[in-house]
């Protein structure tokens, strides 16, 4: 047959079936998707600024620019919460693959919050001596060269800065944005990969300690990649299941109410090992993200690693994300397997809550101890997820709100412990810091007295609310499980605050900088939010209660 004809074929075949006229043109609701839109074109602007922006006059371009977004993309949110989004007219979006809904629009609030905050930290640049009379920050003059190399030291004697590292934030933002809020397995993963590299990057570029940053920065992507691997091999598990990525048909097939089958995978659908291998991976993945005991072991190394500001932002918005994308999983898409996951998940928050409490107790190192501290916090917050009810959502939310503040300006705190090596983070050198500088250790003892679940501290009104509504969705013995485990953790956070203030300074302690207004923001944002949380707490309770309803 000619060329001419099979060609003829091919254009009557597809004239007569004319699939011209039924490609739907896709409907974006843009304006619902304003705040991950507003970061992620402040990302690319950030890029465009490192390609054409004159080196001197870069730092302050993308600062300026990053701020901008994050407060823009804040007012987007809580515009569109007040529009009605997260209550009355909370529906799924961009064709079923973005939620816009209560949970969705409250954590997208608290990671833009995360993210400003964080962004001050990042730009700190007064804590360091000068280097060749230029001012330097917290990341490596140019990430690309090796440690100690003479390229690395040319760099640093020109002043170069690793600039890069704001549109880096941008892109793991706008990441978190995707991932609370995505309604389809597929969107889950996309978003899961975008804050998840940038993080990578961001974890190797300590302006001290390169090598022990860059070994943290590969080992979480390495442990990042498996998890990501897991979570890819379970969305292929749930699709085979259920013939679709969409949320909403994974659950009607799971409860049974689903009509139109496709015919090509009648053979596999409602196959019940491929539900509960498939769901169990994805859930592997988030924990992992989570930073649950038995997928934990990344986190100290990384926590120890990472430059600090990175530790803070990752410690807080990362956690914020990844449980938000665990509740709308297991209440949308799995509640029908309440009584094959509930069981697994005491299991998981009973070893998290003690496993992290009891190993803290032997950290030397503080950034470790924090990285124990946010484990055995993890398994709290799984506590409210366990609740299954409307208050088990709205008490995680307001807990994650809490903790993400309290964690930024911990480690904003632990920025302005310096020695001659940087940041003195060996808890010997922190011996009598209440008494070369009181503000500084009162400050973060705050932080350790909130960590701990002491009233009148955010810390305290969070647990509360979690082991409320654990009780509550008859999960008593998991309270029983997580007042002992924060009344081990009160143990190592006493013995900070007992060695700050009861010590005698060692004469070559470590001194304590004068950050610029950048970090006391950072510092003075998160121990308000602390105390108010805390002291008056039912505004933001009753704001998270609103918000607690997930689009089905």
């Known amino acids: 047959m000619s060329a001419t004809a099979v060609h003829s074929l091919w254009t009557t075949?597809?004239?007569?079936?004319?699939?011209?006229?039924?490609?739907?043109?896709?409907?974006?609701e843009y304006g619902q998707l304003s705040p991950t839109l507003i970061i992620l074109g402040a990302g690319l602007i950030g890029v465009l600024v490192e390609a054409f922006v004159p080196r001197k006059s870069r730092y302050y371009a993308q600062v300026f620019v990053s701020a901008v977004a994050l407060c823009a993309a804040f007012a987007a949110v809580v515009a569109l919460a007040a529009d009605g989004y997260g209550t009355t007219k909370a529906h799924i979006a961009?064709?079923?693959?973005?939620?816009?809904?209560?949970?969705?629009?409250?954590?997208?609030?608290?990671?833009?919050?995360?993210g400003l905050v964080g962004l001050f930290t990042f730009a700190e640049r007064r804590l360091d001596p000068e280097a060749h009379g230029n001012r330097v920050d917290s990341f490596a003059a140019q990430g690309a060269s090796v440690p100690g190399s003479d390229s690395e030291k040319a760099a640093i004697k020109a002043g170069f800065t690793t600039t890069e590292v704001f549109p880096l934030l941008l892109f793991a933002v706008a990441g978190m944005l995707v991932f609370p809020s995505a309604n389809d397995l597929l969107t889950l993963f996309v978003a899961l990969e975008v804050f998840s590299l940038p993080l990578y990057l961001l974890c190797a570029l300590a302006r001290r300690k390169r090598l022990l940053s860059q070994e943290a920065a590969v080992k979480y992507f390495l442990l990042g990649a498996f998890a990501s691997a897991f979570t890819l091999f379970g969305i292929a598990l749930l699709y085979g299941y259920?013939?679709?990525?969409?949320?909403?048909?994974?659950a009607q097939v799971v409860d049974g109410?689903?009509?139109?089958?496709n015919p090509a995978l009648a053979d596999t659908m409602g196959n019940d090992a491929l539900l509960l291998i498939g769901g169990a991976m994805i859930v592997m993945g988030l924990l992992f993200k989570v930073g649950a005991v038995p997928f934990h072991m990344w986190t100290p190394d990384v926590y120890q690693g990472a430059p600090t500001p990175v530790t803070g932002f990752m410690a807080a918005a990362t956690k914020v994300a990844a449980f938000g994308a665990l509740l709308r999983l297991l209440y949308v898409v799995l509640p029908g397997l309440r009584w094959d996951w509930r069981p697994v998940m005491w299991g998981v928050a009973i070893i998290t809550m003690l496993g992290g409490a009891i190993v803290a107790i032997t950290q030397t190192d503080i950034k470790r101890l924090l990285a124990y501290s946010s484990i055995a916090h993890a398994g709290f917050i799984l506590a409210g997820v366990i609740?299954?009810?409307?208050?088990?959502?709205?008490?995680?939310?307001?807990?994650?709100?809490?903790?993400?503040?309290?964690?930024i300006g911990a480690f904003a705190v632990v920025t302005l412990v310096r020695d001659a090596g940087g940041e003195a983070t060996h808890l010997s050198k922190w011996a009598g810091l209440g008494r070369r500088s009181p503000l500084v250790a009162a400050v973060f003892a705050v932080f350790l007295l909130s960590f701990a679940g002491i009233p009148l501290t955010a810390g305290f009104a969070g647990k509360f609310a979690v082991f409320k509504a654990a009780a509550a969705g008859g999960a008593a013995p998991l309270v029983v499980v997580g007042v002992l485990s924060s009344a081990i953790a009160a143990f190592f956070y006493i013995r900070v605050i007992v060695l700050m203030f009861f010590s005698e300074p060692r004469p070559?302690?470590?001194?304590?900088?004068?950050?610029?207004?950048?970090?006391?923001?950072?510092?003075?944002?998160?121990?308000?939010?602390?105390?108010?949380?805390?002291?008056?707490?039912?505004y933001f309770l009753h704001l998270a209660n609103q918000a607690g309803v997930f689009v089905r």
């Open 13 to 28: 075949a597809a004239t007569a079936a004319d699939p011209i006229s039924k490609i739907d043109a896709p409907k974006i």
């Open 94 to 114: 961009a064709m079923g693959a973005i939620a816009v809904d209560g949970p969705a629009l409250f954590l997208q609030g608290v990671i833009l919050l995360s």
């Open 242 to 250: 259920a013939g679709s990525m969409s949320y909403s048909t994974i």
């Open 257 to 261: 109410s689903i009509t139109n089958i």
């Open 387 to 407: 609740a299954t009810t409307r208050d088990g959502v709205s008490s995680v939310l307001f807990y994650l709100g809490a903790y993400s503040f309290v964690t």
């Open 508 to 538: 070559d302690g470590p001194t304590v900088a004068v950050p610029s207004p950048l970090t006391m923001a950072t510092i003075g944002v998160a121990v308000a939010a602390t105390l108010v949380l805390g002291v008056a707490p039912q």
